[in-house]
C-alpha cells in the first residue's frame, strides 16, 4: 500500500489551487503528492469569473475583462463603473490546463483517475480506498461535497445557486463586448429570486446563463425557454449555440470547518468555500488555497485551520431571508446596487470592508426583512 504526505480526494478548484501554490512555493520539495479524481478535467465544464484590482497569478488564463458591468430589473437600469476593479473571466479547461501542466513536471506529484471510496482516519494516518486501490497519508485534503449531510440537516439554511448556460455566436453585431450584465432581474422572478447574467466577449459571442437563488431546480425546458427569450429579446435572431453549461452550487452557512479533524480538512465548496450569499467560489478559493499552503509549513493540526468572521454573519442573515421569502432577492440586489457604490459593494462582498463600510452597504438594503432575520437569528441562538 503506497504512503503519500499528501493527498486530496476530489481535484476541483480548491484543490488545483492549494497544489498549484504549494509547487510555487518551492516549501514542499520531496513531499509526496496523490491528486485522485474520477474527473480526467480535459473538458471545459464551467466559467469562473472575480472581480480584481491587481494582476493576479492567473493572468495567463484569464479570457476576458470588462471594466464595466450593467445592473438590471424591471423598472430600472444602472451602468457600473467597476474602477479600481476590473471583472475577469476563466474557461475551466483553460486553468485545468495550465495548472495540470505544472503537475506534470513534478517527480513527486501523481494524478490518478479512480473513485474514492472510502475515508479512514487512524491515529497515525488515513486510510483512502478507491475503486480499483488503497493508500495512506499523513494529511488528507477533501474537497468531495456531502450533499446529503448539508441538505439533511435542520440548522441552516441550505438554497441553490442553479443556472444554465448557452455560449452563442450570433451573425448580427448586437452586444457589446465591454459591458457585462452582472444581474437583470427584469426576467420574471415567479415568487423565486432569477436573473439572467450575460458574458459577452465579442459583438457577436456571448454566455447568457439563467440563474437562480432558489431551493430546487427546474426542468432543463424552463432555463432555456428563458434564455431563448431573453436573446430574441435583446433582437439577436439568427445564432448558434456553440457550447452549454450548467451547475447546482450549495448556498449554506453550515459550518463545514467542525468536520474538520486533526489530519483531515475539508476545502472547496465541502469545506465552507463558496461565499454562502452570492455562490462565487473563485476568489474565495484564491484567497482561502494562500491560507492553506501557509497553515501547511508549519502545522499539522486541520483543527486549528478555520476562523469566522463577521461576513459569516452577514451571509447567514440574508440566507435567512431567502430561505423563508425567495421573492425577495430581486428586491435586495436591486436596492444595494441601484444607488450605492459598485466598488464599495464589490469590496464587501470580497469580505474586506471595514464595519464602517459593512454599515454604508448594508443601509441600502431593505431594513425590515434584515432586522425580523437579526431577531430570529439572535433570538433563537440565545434560546439555544
Known sequence: MKHFDYIFTGTGLSAMMTVYKMVVSEKFVGKTILLIDEDSKKTNDRTWCFWQKEPSIWESVISKKWDTALFANES???DLDLSPYQYNQIRSLDFYNFVLELIKEQNDITFLNDKV?????LDTHVFIATSTNSFTCNQLLNSIYNKVLIENQQQYPV???HFIGWFIKSKQNLLNPEQVTFMDFSVAQKNNTRFMYVLPTSKKEALFEY???SHTLLEKQEYESEIKNYIHNLGIQDYEIVEKEKG???MTCYPFWKRNTKRVLNIGTAGGW?????????KKSDKKSTQLVSFLETQTDFRKFHKKNKFWFYDLLLLDILDRNNELGGRIFSDMFQKGNPALIFKFLDEETSFAEDVKVILKCPKTPFIKALFRIV???NKS
Open 76 to 78: 430600472f437600469k444602472r
Open 117 to 121: 471510496t472510502d475515508i479512514n482516519e
Open 159 to 161: 438554497l441553490q445557486q
Open 211 to 213: 440563474t437562480l437563488f
Open 248 to 250: 447546482s452550487i450549495p
Open 274 to 282: 463558496t461565499k454562502a450569499s452570492t455562490g462565487y467560489t473563485f
Open 379 to 381: 433570538f433563537l441562538s
